[in-house]
């Protein structure tokens, strides 16, 4: 019997939780070894698929690639920025009631202290930074794109097949492996259980707003594909709880791909528009950071009207870029804005990454699942004028 990636996941989180509560340290930590060697195996393998990805499907687009980028951009861009203020309106509204007995300055230690470290490390480094995986896919898929160049661009889908080949043939078999080392370690050291006991509220809150951004960017979707909400969120749940236990929206890449092309999005289209959308597309981060923020400064009396978090926000969106594929990477990116824009201190930073990482996993699985709203919205924007534009092209 043929055992589908979803309730491999299952497994994996509920068998995490259970490796947790019964294995003593030396267990946790051989688990933590190979989550640190198929870590760093992603981390090295990340800018790959990016470029891999992003600059043969640029040149495939042809002469509408540059329109693609501005589109998604775009599309992503807003999207982070609603996400964002979606969170600031809401906050404003319940946590006057939701944290009225709430004060003090107090702080939660660096929940990593918690986590058991890997018994040995296999160091593997990325051969470029993801932001420069970025800069050169797009250079090279535009480039590809206004000259239509073959012979590179055969050896750019090549190096694609190789990657995919890799894709298919040891990280989604090795995920689930991964996702249950995860919530062992967790579950382990306590690190979720005991923030959560604290600011369970303010969670709740965060994950309400998730669904409902989910629910916006996937009602939008469904309205401009003529498909049903329902299925294309049911599609998506796999993308969903693989970032859910990865942490990263650039390593759930894979499986978020398969499922977007499940949606019938175009195949050059989606290709293109995941790769991109995990790097630069965080509308559930977004959400968790201003959240986490406007709670840790309501509770030691600091200003969060609209003219201080606005500026905030729109930084945000451009900032959280920075470190997309590294779990947690959004609120060390975002360190700098708050303690530059809303003063925070260094208490207030330790209590930030605490709060942001507890939630980490929640944020990252929205913006993995939201990445699969805008490929279908851009899709049926641009891939049918694309697909015209480059039958008109070839000769009769």
């Known amino acids: 019997m043929r055992f589908g990636l979803l309730p491999r996941l299952i497994a994996a989180i509920l068998l995490g939780i259970g490796a947790g509560l019964i294995l003593n340290e030396w267990w946790i930590s051989f688990l933590a070894t190979f989550n640190g060697i198929f870590g760093n195996f992603l981390n090295f393998i990340i800018p790959l698929i990016i470029l891999a990805f992003i600059a043969p499907g640029i040149g495939e687009l042809g002469k509408g690639a540059g329109k693609m980028v501005g589109i998604t951009t775009a599309f992503a861009y807003g999207s982070t920025i609603f996400a964002g203020m979606l969170a600031f309106f809401t906050a404003t509204t319940m946590f006057p009631v939701m944290l009225s007995g709430v004060n003090g300055n ?69 995920l689930p492996v991964h996702i249950m080392g995860v919530f062992a370690n967790m579950t382990y050291g306590g690190q979720v259980a005991t923030i959560m006991s604290t600011f369970i509220k303010v969670f709740a809150l965060i994950i309400i707003l998730h669904l409902v951004m989910l629910t916006l960017q996937y009602s939008v979707a469904a309205a401009v594909s003529r498909a049903n909400v329902f ?13 859910l236990g990865t942490q990263s929206s650039a390593s759930s890449i894979p499986v978020t791909l398969r499922q977007t092309k499940k949606n019938k999005v ?77 003063g925070f201190s260094e208490t207030m930073t330790s209590l930030m990454i605490a709060l942001y990482l507890a939630q980490d996993s929640f944020g990252t699985a929205t913006n993995v699942t939201g990445d699969g709203a805008l490929a279908i919205i851009v899709d049926k924007i641009s891939g049918k004028k694309m697909e015209q534009e480059q039958e008109e092209s070839l000769p009769a």
Not at 117 to 140: G, Q
């Open 106 to 174: 107090g702080s939660i230690d660096n929940p990593e202290e918690f986590l058991q470290s890997p018994l040995f490390l296999f160091d593997m480094p990325p051969i470029m930074s993801v932001t420069t995986a970025l800069i050169l896919a797009f250079v090279l898929g535009l480039g590809l794109a206004a000259i239509q160049g073959e012979t590179l661009q055969k050896g750019m889908e090549d190096f694609r097949a190789i990657i995919e080949k890799v894709i298919h043939y040891v990280i989604i078999p090795l």
């Open 231 to 243: 299925q294309l969120l049911k599609t998506m749940v796999p993308a969903y709880f693989t970032a």
């Open 266 to 342: 175009r195949e050059k289209v989606a290709d293109f528009v995941i790769p991109l959308c995990a790097n630069i597309h965080l509308s559930g981060s977004a959400i968790t950071l201003v959240s986490c923020a406007m709670a840790v400064m309501f509770i030691n009396g600091m200003d969060a009207s609209f003219s201080t978090m606005l500026p905030f926000i729109l930084a945000l969106g451009v900032t959280m870029i920075a470190a997309p594929g590294v779990p947690g990477g959004a609120v060390m990116a975002a360190l700098g804005l708050m303690q530059s824009m809303l």
